[in-house]
T-cell receptor, first 115, second 112 residues
Framework: EAGVAQSPRYKIIEKRQSVAFWCNPI?????LYWYQQILGQGPKLLIQFQNNGVVDDSQLPKDRFSAERLKGVDSTLKIQPAKLEDSAVYLC?????????????FGNGTRLTVT | DQQVKQNSPSLSVQEGRISILNCDYTNSMFDYFLWYKKYPAEGPTFLIS?????DKNEDGRFTVFLNKSAKHLSLHIVPSQPGDSAVYFC???????????FGKGTRLSVIA
C-alpha cells in the first residue's frame, strides 16, 4: 500500500511569513494527525482529525496555526505568521478507525526552518 | 510534564549482542504501548506494540516487555545488527483512542 505522502520535504522562510504543508494519508485511514518534532524531542501532537472533524486540537497554537481536512482525505497545516521557534519537522500520520488500538503510520515529514 | 520518559539519549552496542532500550511512563491510564524506529530524514516507522493485558510481545529479533507495577517497558533487540542503528521512540496511549504520547527517543548505534 502507498504510504503517507507529505509535501514539501523542506521549507525555509523568514519569521512573520506564512507557510503551508500538505498531507495525503493512506487510503482508507479515517484518522489523521499532525505532529511537530523539534530537534532532540519526540513528536508532539498538534491536531487529530477523525474523517473531517477535529477530535483533539488542544495543543495547537491557534493564534498562528490552523489545519483543515475538508473532504476527510487530504489535510493542510498552515502557520501564519511563523516564529523562530516553529523551526521543526512537521509529521503527518494516519491510522485506521480505532476499534481497539492501531499503530500510526507516518509520512517522511516537512522540515521547516524559520530564519 | 513528561508522561513518557526515555532517560538514555544514546546507546552503543556491538553487533551480535543484545540491545536494551528502556522507557518509563507516569500516566496510569496508559494501556497501549508502541516502539517506533526512525532513520534520518524519514518518518518514524512502527516496530512493535504491547497492550496492558500482556507483559511480553515478541516479533522476530524484537521483544517488548511491560512491567505495569513499575510503569516501565523495555525493547530488546537480539541479535543487534548495524541496520538497527536509528533513533527509537517509545509511545503510549490510553484506551487506544487517544493520541500517542512520545518519549524523546534513544539513539542506538550498533557497531560492527
Amino acid at each position: 500500500e502507498a504510504g503517507v505522502a507529505q509535501s514539501p520535504r523542506y521549507k525555509i522562510i523568514e519569521k512573520r511569513q506564512s507557510v503551508a504543508f500538505w498531507c495525503n494519508p493512506i487510503s482508507g485511514h479515517a484518522t489523521l494527525y499532525w505532529y511537530q518534532q523539534i530537534l532532540g524531542q519526540g513528536p508532539k501532537l498538534l491536531i487529530q482529525f477523525q474523517n473531517n472533524g477535529v477530535v483533539d486540537d488542544s495543543q495547537l497554537p491557534k493564534d498562528r496555526f490552523s489545519a483543515e481536512r475538508l473532504k476527510g482525505v487530504d489535510s493542510t497545516l498552515k502557520i501564519q505568521p511563523a516564529k523562530l521557534e516553529d523551526s521543526a519537522v512537521y509529521l503527518c500520520a494516519s491510522s485506521l478507525p480505532l476499534h481497539g488500538a492501531s499503530p500510526l503510520h507516518f509520512g517522511n515529514g516537512t522540515r521547516l526552518t524559520v530564519t | 510534564d513528561q508522561q513518557v520518559k526515555q532517560n538514555s539519549p544514546s546507546l552503543s552496542v556491538q553487533e551480535g549482542r543484545i540491545s536494551i532500550l528502556n522507557c518509563d511512563y507516569t500516566n496510569s491510564m496508559f494501556d497501549y504501548f508502541l516502539w517506533y524506529k526512525k532513520y534520518p530524514a524519514e518518518g518514524p516507522t512502527f516496530l512493535i506494540s504491547i497492550s496492558s493485558i500482556k507483559d511480553k510481545n515478541e516479533d522476530g529479533r524484537f521483544t517488548v516487555f511491560l512491567n505495569k507495577s513499575a510503569k516501565h517497558l523495555s525493547l530488546h533487540i537480539v541479535p543487534s545488527q548495524p541496520g538497527d542503528s536509528a533513533v527509537y521512540f517509545c509511545a503510549a496511549s490510553s484506551s487506544g483512542n487517544t493520541p500517542l504520547v512520545f518519549g524523546k527517543g534513544t539513539r542506538l548505534s550498533v557497531i560492527a
